[in-house]
RNA sequence: CUCCCGUUCGUCUAGCCCGGCCUAGGACACCAGGUUUUCAUCCUGGCGACAGGGGUUCGAAUCCCCUACGGGAGGCCA
């Protein structure tokens, strides 16, 4: 058996959108699964976007992924070179092929390719005019997802442009024969143009590989698949916002297969072996940020805590908190304590900012319900003791001893909560409050109590 | 306008190929309770779908046809 070589052939834009980035997993999943190799093949004909900045934008959303490719920009291999404007050479011989087959003519300065058949010419409403087009046989693709497809190819298309620039169809197709590609993963958009690929394989007498036409990714809301514009559509996005790349990718995967067990969260290496075109769906899927989310937490959850911290450490540090002055035992102390409640690492600064620092705003609307309830004053007054003379500051003597003065003022505990917790955060949420206090020590607690005591 | 692909809870989906085990399962979201009524975690429960119509069959989400709707393509874009 022949070894599996698939391709992902994006064109560098300045983007790695998210459809894009399922098509090169669905292509890495497949070689890895079979045992093949990843070929990743730059399609830079359109100069005018190519950029260097454009190619790492894409080369570094692929590395965050963790989608390592066999061959390509960087690694190299035996079939480059991988770069479409380094391969001109490589389409002019084939298109001498083609030539030389009386399969090519000019019209308009452009070359032609010729389909086969009788010709006619037809009024098209779409064109708008009269236009020529043959009596072809239907070319019949045995998709690996769909099932049989049958479409007929009746119009001559355009291979070269005017300006000597080889277009999509033709390059994509020579550059497929050229490097031995077996598969071909890609997004459903293409289906109808495929016919258009068939008859460059055949005129060729090329082998036609497997096509595999993945369902489109639509947008979270409105009409229409997933755009560049659209929120979310974005890879770097993802990562700029702190997202954990296997959650993400993950994710992804789940968006047009699944492994028919009700199994989400697999690591990649199940996926891996799991992964095949029985289980990709055929109906198109729309994008739902808040199930990225779940599972994102889900991951965060399930991070060693060593783990946690090397993710968590960074993102404190680019806001600000001088990492190098804390303890690092409260540290861990508090990304123990958030990491079971924390549901992105986006907000973990917000989240735990009053560790670190001092000085912070009091949320208004959380004032106001304090102001609303029991004299704030009053149940400060009562459990402040408790702060100055707590010898350990551990969670469960802060308890016993909070439960005590609750009974003796004949409340429940739970009603000193709100009004210690903005005066210890500013906030009216966060972490489980004994614990946050017993973390924080009385160094932190105390002054804080006593000056939102003065305040109000 | 033509062609191609698709259509199960709000969303991602299981089941469909090989009709009965489907009073259609899971997940996210949402709602309600609980975790000695702090809280973005956790637990329990609830809500909620076979696009519509015709067939075929003892029996259809599953097979066939039609319609509707959604998506894609029809470029000297990729």
Known sequence: MTEVRVRFAPSPTGFFHIGSARTALFNWLYAKHTGGKFVLRIEDTDKERNTEEALQVLLEGMRWLGLDWDEGPEVGGKFGPYFQSERQAIYDAYLKILKDKDRVY???GALWFRLEGERYTEYDEFHKAEIEKVK???VVIEDAIRGRVERTEERDFVIVRSNGEPVFHFVNVVDDIAMGITH?????????????HVELFKAF???VPVFAHIPLILKQSGPGKMSKRDKG?????YEQRSFMADAVRNYICLLGWNPKDDQEKMPIEMIIERFDFPGVNKGNARFDETKLSALNAEYIRDLTSEDFANYASPILASNGVDLASIDSSYLDKVFGLCQAKIKSLETL????FY???DTYEFDAKGMQRIQKGVDPKL???EVMPIFEHTEEYSKEELETEMQAVAEANERKIFAYFPVIRMATSGLTGGPDLLPMLSIMGRERVLPRLQSFFEKL
Do not use: C
């Open 233 to 237: 559509a974005l890879i770097e996005e």
């Open 106 to 108: 000019e019209k308009d």
């Open 355 to 357: 560790f670190f620092q």
């Open 136 to 138: 072809n046989t239907p």
């Open 184 to 196: 071909v993963i890609r997004g459903e958009d293409h289906l109808s143009n495929t016919s258009k």
């Open 349 to 352: 600064y917000e989240y735990v």
């Open 205 to 207: 007498d090329a082998k």
């Open 379 to 381: 149940l400060l007054r």
